[in-house]
């Protein structure tokens, strides 16, 4: 069979007929899904999701291709499969109905089978057969057929028949997907990978540090070009998505458009009022310094500005969040409500951290969101090689995407050193700090921009203060005393309202001293005045009676000259 | 199907297994050298063990698909031992006599003391 499947692909080379598969990622990595009337081998350990690969593979083949598919399992009941993928919403018992899915239990019980001379595995395929011919299926899985090497102890005529089973699923052109257990130093235990060598995809699921990682790999994949990376792929209640990590677009359309931070205060303290859009922030500070209430306000502007917000949170839940947001005067339950803003919470240890990236990158690929906030990267634990280049890689997925993002980092409060944060702080375009000050007995918080790349920005400190209106940014008193926060500023200022108090009243004391002696100066002059016009009047009566007596005099001799004259 | 089987079981535990009636199903796919080799192990097993207390029903895959997933017969042929209970399966041409008789446990309590 392999001698004569070799020219057989290497003529259909260029145009190789594929199924989709209609899992996320799966098909891109395959570049448009398995290989169409050709078996697949499927292999990974318990538990890797063989058989909802197979079961994903049939039902969207039936919803989405109109092909339809057997499911012949060799493990579970029909009932249980029914009741286990009701929960991700596939309906087999009505596509069943529909005719577009046939579930046939083989049960295979070594007790019960007694062997007694030659036989073959003519019922299977005729079981098989009828399956298919009924609803004329394109589609078959096999899951998983090693258990038949547990109920019959003729390994010879097993293999033989597993041969020509294989054969004959090639014969009539159905895409099958076999699933098989990893074993020891092979692909599968049984070595099914002699028999089917057209498509080998490799699950896994790892434990590292305690936490698993589903990763996927197509180990070979006859008369086509797939990813031969290990990709990690996530099972939830959306079913499989496999996540290529693509490589990140750098060259991208910058932006000159500036968001606001959600605070005041501290656009005020940029130029440009604000971050640009697509740029990346880091704020980091110890324990309790605001991080989280700073990236609510960041998350309710854009929110408020209509634009759909996604926040990864890996500390608190989303309701804690709407709570503590709600007590410095946002209401993020309102945006949750009218599906702007979409959180995302899950345990740092939930997932390695590949799949935290993927989980990311799935979420921001289904809500578009055009901010997105990370609460917080520090949670990640792992090998800081590790962290640091998922982190990376995350920055390039929101860059490429055009997201503004906000990141938030515990730095520990032990090391006071500027934190490298896992290397990000480097490649982010902005950074706040945010920094309690310990004195007089009180924490105060303080806000300091360390860059904001492409701006020019404040360079002092802001102390911050969380009022039940929002937070609000405070300059810091800077003078000959120090750079003094909270009450050792409050009463600084006090201290200066004093003395500027008592200056006032020196100066309103002087004032009034020059205003009386001005006045008494103008009283002396007034009085001079009084005196001189006095001499002035008596100077003016005298000359005027001296005048009157000279007329006097002259009318006199004149009247005794007349009655001189008349005398005579 | 199983419903006829049911009942048929029903009926064994009633009538007791000291009844010692044998009812055999043979699956079969076709006319082949194997099944007709089985059906005639089977008759002669039966004559020489079970005379005149059993029952054989040949089913033949190729004309009856459907009857395939009822005994979940994988194998062919399939001797299929429905009364008396438990169940049991014999595959294979039966041309081992004695591990069909120990199959179908036809003599067991003589053989061991």
């Known amino acids: 069979m392999r001698l004569m499947s070799k020219p057989h692909s290497a003529r259909e080379l260029t145009g190789l007929l594929k199924a989709p598969t209609g899992i996320v990622g799966f098909d891109d990595v395959t570049l448009g899904g398995l290989p169409a009337g050709r078996p697949t081998l499927i292999c990974g350990a318990a538990g890797c999701g063989k058989t909802l690969f197979g079961i994903t593979f049939l039902v969207n083949g039936a919803t989405l291709c109109d092909e339809p598919g057997v499911f012949m399992t060799f493990e579970e009941r029909p009932e249980d499969l029914e009741a286990n993928f009701r929960s991700l919403g596939y309906d087999l018992n009505g596509l069943a109905a529909a005719g577009k899915l046939i579930v046939d239990h083989v049960r295979v019980e070594r007790s019960e089978i007694e062997e007694a001379g030659e036989y073959d595995l003519e019922g299977l395929f005729v079981r098989l057969g009828f399956a298919v011919d009924r609803i004329g299926a394109k589609r078959v899985v096999l899951d998983t057929i090693e258990s038949l090497f547990a109920g019959f102890t003729d390994q010879a005529i097993l293999r033989a028949e597993l041969r020509r089973l294989f054969g004959w699923l090639k014969e009539r052109g159905l895409t099958a997907v076999i699933t098989g ?37 197509v180990v070979k994949y006859r008369g086509s070009s797939h990813g031969t990376n290990e990709f990690p792929f996530l099972i939830d209640e959306d079913g499989i998505s496999v996540l290529p990590i693509t490589a990140p677009r750098r060259n991208l359309a ?276 009084a005196a001189l016009q006095a001499e002035e009047d008596e100077e003016a009566m005298l000359l005027g009676e001296d005048e009157l007596r000279d007329a006097t005099l002259k009318s006199d001799q004149a009247a005794r000259a007349i ?4 005398a005579e | 199907m199983t419903s006829d089987a049911e009942r048929l079981d029903e009926g064994a535990q009633e009538a007791g297994e000291d009844a010692g009636h044998y009812y055999l199903r043979l699956y079969v796919a076709g006319h082949t050298t194997k099944s007709t080799l089985a059906l005639n192990n089977l008759k002669r097993v039966c004559e020489t063990h079970l005379a005149g207390r059993y029952e054989i029903e040949v089913i033949d895959l190729r004309e009856n698909p459907q009857l395939a997933a009822g005994d979940q017969i994988l194998a062919i042929p399939t001797l299929v031992r429905r009364l008396p209970q438990p169940l049991k399966r014999i595959i294979g041409d039966l041309s081992n006599t004695e591990k069909v008789l120990v199959g179908l446990d036809i003599r067991p309590k003589v053989a061991c003391p």
């Open chain 1, 181 to 217: 257990e990893r074993g020891e130093g092979q692909l599968t235990r049984h070595g099914l990978e002699e028999y089917v060598s057209d498509c080998v995809i490799l699950l896994d699921n790892r434990v590292e540090d305690q936490i698993a990682t589903r990763r996927l790999r």
């Open chain 1, 563 to 566: 009655r001189r004259r008349a």
């Open chain 1, 254 to 529: 910058v932006c000159n458009e500036i968001v606001s931070s959600g605070i005041p205060g501290l656009d005020a303290m940029i130029r440009n009022g604000g971050f640009y859009r697509g740029s990346t922030i880091l704020v980091s500070g110890v324990s309790g310094t605001g991080k989280t209430t700073m990236a609510s306000h960041f998350v309710n502007a854009a929110c408020l500005r209509g634009e759909r917000c996604t926040f990864f949170s890996f500390e608190e839940s989303a309701e804690e969040i709407c709570r503590n947001a709600r007590s410095v005067g946002l209401d993020l339950h309102a945006h949750v409500a009218a599906g702007l803003l979409r959180f995302e919470w899950a345990r740092p240890s939930l997932y390695g951290l590949e799949m935290h990236l993927a989980r990311m990158q799935r979420d921001i690929e289904t809500f578009k969101p055009a901010v997105v906030v990370i609460d917080a990267i520090s949670a990640f634990r792992g090998p800081a090689g590790d962290v640091q280049s998922i982190l990376l890689r995350t920055v390039d997925l929101l860059k490429s995407s055009g997201i503004t993002a906000m990141f938030t980092s515990l730095r520990s409060g032990a090391s006071r050193d500027e934190g490298t944060d896992h290397g990000l702080s480097s490649i982010m375009d902005s950074w706040i700090k945010l920094v309690d000050v310990e004195e007089n007995g009180e924490r105060n918080r303080i806000l300091y921009l360390i860059k904001s790349r492409g701006t020019s920005h404040s360079n002092q400190l802001r102390e911050f203060r969380m009022t039940d209106r929002g937070i609000e940014l405070i300059d810091a008193y800077i003078g000959p005393e120090g750079v003094l926060t909270g009450t050792a500023r409050i009463t600084q200022e006090a201290r200066d309202r004093a003395a500027a108090d008592q200056r006032e009243r020196e100066s309103n004391r002087r004032q009034r001293q020059f205003a009386r002696r001005r006045e008494a100066v103008r009283r002396q002059i007034e009085e001079l005045e």
